[in-house]
Every structure is written in structure tokens, then in C-alpha cells.
């Protein structure tokens, strides 16, 4: 790639999850090659004191300048107005100082920043969705449209959506499903869309040595295991259906005797104290896991689930945990009618269930009892897809095709 300078702004933090998994791998393999990387992100308090000294002497080393910001929480909206105004005011600053050349904005308000960008300075700018945020917002009941102040924040945000993808000088789309839904009702021209899903590093989500998971699984108190091993990775809240998940594991147990079900989660919850409970020598609960244990986690699942609250805004979402699944050989279970997941199986990367009822897990199990899966041609052939490198690449495309044109 040729050598282009980047202004990477971003409201998630580096020190968040998705800046660990998202974030941090793609931008030190841009800046390797070619691109330099100017960083700009929003960090929690809470949670940048611990490690704020690592993450700057990891980005020192991947020669990316970063600029971290404050992340301000309340008061409601005033906030967000205000982190915004410091965004822009910084953004502006560093594309002057280092001749910055293209803006790639992740989501939405690091899209407002990088439009005023282009009107101001005449730098054109990405607008990597990451999803349609402002209806995730009602789909996920953090706004509701009853409350007159979120009706008009939400009006206001589908305008600024229209307005940033017309704008946009390229578009980056998590899904396909997406990407068609903006083609045929919004009218974009085609072109102007890149898919690039959530992506997994498979350099680090390989075969696990067996020392190592076995130190992890004397660590933990999991018993070494010959049956059959249901695994769900990620978060309890909002969008996943831990009730459903929980069902189906009452129809799995059945069709596959001598099963166990383990639970690696963000945070506890109710659900999943009720289905300890209720399975108390088969369920197993592993909270807050560092990202480089998680290869070690997968490598004792058979099965990878993933059911994720069925609606419109979903449409554009790429689970984090299907990329990492894949990388590890291990076939997943989930629900259709969410981003692309409704290709799992007919790509032969796992079993799809149609409708989250009893009738459909009985249906999936059965198909998973008669189906052999091949570890390393699930991953070979996943990777296409959903590897880190690849999807580098594709980055790699949507910024020399900016530099190379006539602005």
C-alpha cells in the first residue's frame, strides 16, 4: 500500500473490549501497511488507569500517535454534545498539523466530526457504520420513542444518517444484508459499500497446546470431559437471548446424553444462575476472562451458540464471537433474520435455527447428530471471510481507492 496518513477517530475506547478485538489489531496491520495512523478515542476513566501505560507503549511501538480523550457520561445528550465539540476540535487540529489525507470514522458521531472535516478542510472521510446505531437505540430499549426528548434525538440522528451516507466518500458496511437493505431503500450506489465483518486474529485463535488447557482447566475446577460441550461466549445484556439459549440447551442435553453447557460472560446474571441451578453439575460459569485465554476457552467447546434478539437494526450486525468461533474449527448454533448469520449453514459452518421455539433446537440437534464437521476446513475456509489479514486487506482497498481519485 502506499503510504497514506490516517485519522482514525473512534467514541469507543481502547481500553474496551471491541477496542482490544476491533480496533488495535486492524489499525497496528494498516499502519504495517502503509498507512499512517493517527488515533483519536474516548476512554472511561474507570477503566484507562489500570493498563493506560501498556497501551501506550503498544501503540508507540505500532508507530501509531494516539490521542486519547475523557469519555463524559452524564449529563444525558449535553455529554455526548460536548465530547463531540472536543472531538471536532481535536480532529481538526491534527489533520492541519500532520497533513492528514483521509478520515475514517467508526460510527456515527466520529461521523459528524469527519463530515465537518471534509466541509472545513476538504478531506474526504469513511463512514464505517458498525451498524444502524440510532435504531439500535429503540430496538434495544435505550430510547424509547415515547419520551419526547429520545423521539426528536432519534428523528435527528436518521437525518444525520442520511446525511453522512450521502456525504460518506465510502461507506463500510459490517453485513451484506445491510449493505442490500441501504442499495435497494436508501438508494446508494453499490460501489460506494464495502462488507468488512467483525474479524478474528487467527494467528491467535488457533489449536491450543494441550499443557496449556490443561493448566487452564486445573486453574478453573473443569473437570476433563468426554461428552458433548455447548459453549456461549460474550455478553448477557441487551441483544442476547440468554432465556432462548438456556431453552435450547434443555433440548441439547436430551439429544446429546452426558452434555455440559459453559457460560463465558461479561457480567452475571439472573438467567444463568437460574440455569446453574437448574443443572448444576453440567453448567459451568467462567466470568470476565482475559482476551488472550480465549483461545484456551473455545478450544473446550464442540459447539459455538450465539442467539441474538431478532430485529430491524440488526440487520447490519457481525458478532465478534462468530469470527473467533470459526478461527477455532468449532461449528456454530444461530438464530436467522440477524446480519449475515442466516449463511451459517449453508456455508457449512454450523446449524441455523429459523424461530427461536422448541420445534426448531429439536430440529437443529438433529441435523448437528447427523453432520460431521472438519475443524481445519471450517477455519481454512471461514478465514476468507472473517480473518484479520484479509480484512486488512480490504481496508487496505477502500483507502487507496480515496488517495488514488480526483478529489
Known sequence: MKPVSVLYISYDGIFDPVGASQILPYLKGLQQAGANIYLISFEKEDKSKASAGEIDALLKDANIRWFPCI??????????????????????????????????????????????????????????????????????????????????????????EASLTDNADSIVSLTYAAKDYMVDSWKIDHEKISVIPCAADYALFQQVPAMQRDAFMLQHHINPFAGKTLMYIGSTG?????????????????????????????????????LQYDFPDEVIVLEKVSRSEMPVVLSLA??????????????????????????????????????????????????????????????????????????????????????LSENIRKYEEVYMRLKNRDI
Open 302 to 387: 464442540d459447539y459455538s451458540i450465539m442467539f441474538i434478539k431478532n430485529a430491524f437494526s440488526k440487520k447490519a450486525s457481525s458478532p465478534i464471537k462468530l469470527g473467533e468461533s470459526l478461527a477455532m474449527g468449532i461449528p456454530v448454533i444461530c438464530n436467522a433474520g440477524v446480519g449475515d448469520l442466516g449463511t451459517v449453514e449453508r456455508d457449512g459452518f454450523g446449524v441455523v435455527v429459523q424461530d427461536l421455539s422448541e420445534k426448531e433446537y429439536a430440529a437443529a440437534c438433529e441435523r448437528l447428530q447427523n453432520q460431521v464437521f472438519e475443524p481445519m476446513e471450517i477455519r481454512t475456509r471461514s478465514e476468507k471471510e472473517y480473518g
Open 238 to 274: 441487551t441483544w442476547y437471548c440468554v432465556k432462548e439459549m438456556a431453552d435450547f440447551y434443555a433440548v441439547f442435553r436430551k439429544k446429546f446424553p452426558g452434555s455440559r453447557f459453559i457460560l463465558c460472560i461479561n457480567e452475571a446474571h439472573y438467567l444463568v444462575e437460574k
Open 71 to 160: 469519555y463524559t457520561k452524564t449529563p444525558p445528550v449535553l455529554s455526548t454534545l460536548k465530547d463531540v465539540r472536543t472531538m471536532v476540535q481535536l480532529a481538526r487540529k491534527i489533520c492541519i498539523d500532520y497533513n492528514i489525507e483521509i478520515v475514517h470514522a467508526r460510527s456515527y458521531i466520529p461521523a459528524m466530526a469527519a463530515q465537518r472535516m471534509k466541509r472545513k478542510l476538504g478531506i474526504p472521510f469513511i463512514f464505517d457504520m458498525r451498524g444502524f446505531w440510532a435504531d439500535e437505540r429503540i430496538d434495544g430499549h435505550i430510547w424509547s420513542l415515547r419520551n419526547p426528548l429520545y423521539k426528536l434525538i432519534y428523528r435527528f440522528f436518521k437525518r444525520k
